[in-house]
């Protein structure tokens, strides 16, 4: 892993796996809309920057180029199938043995293992309608970019972030194959580490083909399964999160 493209590089979360890739000493190419670029100012003379939107398939042809990973924030903005558009570009003009990593949120599930309360599948149904009314974000634009890099053969990873807080990194989070299983009980996670994950999968072939959920390392459902316990009184029923926040 030599030189990483990160898709959606100015929102939190892209700033953050911006720091991680650099602190591994990556060659990095940020993609974000053009009057977000000043948020990357940080990183000046540290990265090149392609400016524009990041479903334009020639945007994402030139950001892509020559690099071996790929990290995409599938943030679900708009009414124009941003998420999809962006998750197919990807896919479209990687390199062809390039690693690819997204991110989005539980609500985005890869088979009948994924378990979601009534709680849940309602939060999803209203945000889902004031979406449309309001005409801002597409939350069924983020299932359709999860259908199409489920059914790729790229070497994908498609990481499911549960509810994101700020605060000092705690450490890699931890995963599980199937939404809805104990370990994730906790559904909370510091964005710095969501970052960390999506940086780490860059280089771990365990997670080709994979869509882990992930969840805070020392959260009390994380906790409680490292010591083969499950946690009792945990929520587990927060709102779907998209996984970034730009």
């Not at 998750?87 to 990593?101: K, Y």
């Not at 489920?150 to 994101?164: E, I, M, P, Q, Y």
């Not at 605060?167 to 964005?191: A, K, M």
């Not at 399964?225 to 926040?245: I, V, Y």
Request: charged share 25%.
């Amino acid at each position: 892993m030599r030189k990483v493209c990160v898709i959606g590089a100015s929102g939190k979360l892209g700033r953050y796996m911006v720091r991680h890739a650099l602190d591994r000493g990556y060659e990095v190419v940020g993609v974000c809309r053009e009057r977000s670029v000043p948020k990357l100012a940080e990183f000046a003379d540290r990265i090149t920057v392609v400016p524009g939107p990041t479903n334009d398939r020639e945007v994402i042809r030139r950001a892509v180029a020559g690099c071996d990973g790929v990290l995409t924030v599938l943030a679900p903005w708009g009414v124009r199938q941003y998420s999809s558009g962006t998750a197919q570009a990807v896919l479209d003009h990687a390199e062809p043995d390039a690693r690819l990593v997204f991110s989005c949120g539980w609500h985005v599930a890869r088979d009948d293992g994924d378990r979601y309360s009534r709680t849940f599948r309602a939060t999803v149904r209203v945000v889902t309608l004031l979406a449309r009314l309001v005409r801002a974000v597409e939350i069924d634009d983020q299932l359709e970019a999860g259908r199409r890099i489920f059914a790729s053969d790229r070497r994908w990873t498609l990481v499911r972030g549960s509810d994101l807080e700020e605060g000092e990194s705690q450490g890699l989070p931890v995963w599980s194959r199937h939404v809805g299983d104990p370990v994730l009980e906790s559904n909370l996670t510091r964005r710095v580490d969501f970052a960390l994950f999506m940086v780490e999968a860059l280089t771990d072939d365990t997670l080709v083909r994979e869509a882990p959920a992930i969840v805070g390392c020392r959260t009390p459902s994380a906790l409680a399964h490292a010591q083969g316990r499950r946690s009792p009184g945990l929520p587990g029923d927060g709102a779907p999160s998209s996984g970034e926040n730009p």
